[in-house]
């Protein structure tokens, strides 16, 4: 798939499905091979999108979900311009933990905003910006639950029931029915999944 072009990569699904544990494996291997890179994640990528992020993920905020849309897009044009578009013209593979698809479903779908007018809104403000290729991470709810139990930081979106998953769940399978998407079953050992991606991009 990669062929020498640049090339824009997303991360997506729930919490705990294994997103960031392939992007240090996909990282690694980048290094190893001498390919040219950077990794960025979303909110966040450039210094007023992490601070965005802190306002955003944090436990005891009093702000409406269109609010919290609207910093969203700020903070992800804001990234588009200043971290992403540039890195992919110099030619790097640039991969996101997370983009646009997780407010989509996050804010679009699961608070109710509405995936149409919300993806209407990403097309009007930020020109359809998507990814060239999405890994979409799917894990069964208990599964979720089980993994987030060990973990010790915790944000907002950590600290939801099994509904709430289900409902994420839901939304990406509204959302994914696009060539841009690569299923990755997140059940599967890390090694496994790594291979996969990486045949998937072509490396
Ligand atoms: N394929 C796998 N099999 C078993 N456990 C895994 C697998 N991938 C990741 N894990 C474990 O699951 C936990 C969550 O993984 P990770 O942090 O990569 O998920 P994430 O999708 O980035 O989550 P978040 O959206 O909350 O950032 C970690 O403890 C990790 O070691
Ligand atoms: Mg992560």
């Known amino acids: 798939m990669r062929r020498n072009k640049p090339l824009f990569v997303s991360f997506e699904g729930p919490e705990a499905s294994g997103k960031s544990s392939q992007i240090i494996l996909l990282k690694n291997f980048l290094i190893k091979n001498k390919i040219p890179y950077i990794v960025t994640r979303e909110p966040g990528g450039t210094i007023i999108s992490e601070k965005l992020r802190n306002i955003i993920l944090q436990k005891k905020n009093n702000i409406t979900n269109l609010e919290e849309i609207l910093l969203l ?103 994914s029915n696009s060539k841009r998407f690569t299923l990755i079953n997140g059940l599967m050992s890390k090694d496994k999944i790594h291979k996969k991606i990486l045949k998937t991009l072509g490396l």
Do not use: W
């Not at 599964?143 to 769940?169: C, G, M, T, V």
């Open 73 to 175: 897009m700020a903070a992800r044009l804001n990234h588009i311009n200043q971290v992403i578009e540039p890195n992919l013209k110099k030619g790097k593979l640039v991969i996101s933990d997370r983009f646009a698809d997780s407010t989509f479903v996050y804010q679009g779908f699961v608070n109710g905003f509405g995936i149409k007018k919300i993806q209407k809104l990403h097309k009007d403000l930020l020109n359809n910006f998507l990814p060239t290729k999405t890994f979409l991470f799917k894990l069964p709810s208990n599964e979720i639950i089980k993994r987030l139990k060990k973990r010790k930081i915790k944000n907002k979106y950590d600290i939801k029931d099994i509904q709430f998953h289900n409902k994420i769940a839901l939304g990406y399978k509204q959302i």
